[in-house]
């Protein structure tokens, strides 16, 4: 489980993958906020090639 107000995020190295969200909340625009997949602070190893990488508009337009 992640702690509320906590990033998190995920690499699928399979085919195929399903992600379950439990939320407390409903969503609230105005309270969303993104951390870049690729911000070299983090240097987080996704165990992917940039090739292979495939994140929405949305998350993709974060600043680092």
Not at 18 to 26: E, F, G, N
Request: proline share 5%; hydrophobic share 40%; no cysteine.
């Amino acid at each position: 489980m992640v702690p509320h107000g906590f990033a998190h995020g995920f690499s699928v190295l399979s085919e195929t993958a399903s992600v379950m969200y439990k939320v407390d909340q409903l969503y609230h625009k105005e309270s969303e906020r993104g951390i870049r997949y690729d911000d070299p602070t983090l240097a987080i190893d996704w165990q992917l090639s940039p090739d292979e990488v495939i994140v929405s508009e949305k998350d993709i337009d974060w600043e680092f």
